[in-house]
T-cell receptor, first 114, second 115 residues
Framework: GESVGLHLPTLSVQEGDNSIINCAYS??????FIWYKQESGKGPQFIID?????DKRQGQRVTVLLNKTVKHLSLQIAATQPGDSAVYFC?????????????FGQGTRLTINP | DTGVSQDPRHKITKRGQNVTFRCDPI?????LYWYRQTLGQGPEFLTY????????KSRLLSDRFSAERPKGSFSTLEIQRTEQGDSAMYLC?????????????FGNGTRLTVT
């Protein structure tokens, strides 16, 4: 089916360590993927995106990797900080003509331990 | 604050009542989206507008739901005859066309509780 999922529902890391959050998707025709961060009581916050013609994209302390062969997406967060604690969602865009009809995974809760 | 604004933040209503939520998108964004998020799940697409035109509706959007964006700026989402299953966070988001895959910017949602 067409779905986006996550390998782990929770992840705990020590402050300062790097974290990797994984996501599997099933629609090989998807061409745009996004990572969102959601803190308690707030809406999803855009982190980084990647198009299917790329396999890596870097932002500030974050890197997204896309492996189209195995339909896998990951988010790497470097030097984690307490403020990184949140639920992280990957999403794939099923919309046409730039419309953002996103299909989200269930999310991974990242906890940063002091 | 130049982000997406939603009102109210919380709404508690009794089953069978009608409720209406409002969303003010980022001012230069011409696309506006409604999503619904239940506890422990990711958001699910409901509908979207380009300017005042509603271009797509999900099958999740039953006939008790109606969304409008009359002047191409703010939008309202109305739920008639609410049911307990309507309890969820209703998220509004906006984006800009003209830029391929312009990312969505979400508001902080309206949390609806139907008792």
């Amino acid at each position: 089916g067409e779905s986006v999922g996550l390998h782990l529902p929770t992840l705990s890391v020590q402050e300062g360590d790097n974290s990797i959050i994984n996501c599997a998707y099933s629609n090989s025709a998807s061409d745009y993927f996004i990572w969102y961060k959601q803190e308690s009581g707030k809406g999803p916050q855009f982190i980084i995106d990647i198009r299917s013609n790329m396999d890596k994209r870097q932002g500030q302390r974050v890197t997204v990797l896309l492996n189209k062969t195995v339909k896998h997406l990951s988010l790497q967060i470097a030097a984690t900080q307490p403020g990184d604690s949140a639920v992280y969602f990957c999403a794939e865009n099923m919309g046409q003509e730039g419309a953002q009809k996103l299909v989200f995974g269930q999310g991974t809760r990242l906890t940063i331990n002091p | 604050d130049t982000g997406v604004s939603q009102d109210p933040r919380h709404k508690i209503t009794k089953r069978g009542q009608n409720v209406t939520f409002r969303c003010d998108p980022i001012s230069e964004h011409n696309r506006l989206y409604w999503y619904r998020q239940t506890l422990g799940q990711g958001p699910e697409f409901l509908t979207y507008f380009q300017n005042e035109a509603q271009l797509e509706k999900s099958r999740l959007l039953s006939d008790r739901f109606s969304a409008e964006r009359p002047k191409g700026s703010f939008s309202t989402l109305e739920i008639q005859r609410t049911e307990q299953g309507d309890s969820a966070m209703y998220l509004c988001a906006s984006s800009l066309t003209g830029t391929a895959n312009s990312p969505l910017h979400f508001g902080n949602g309206t949390r609806l509780t139907v008792t």
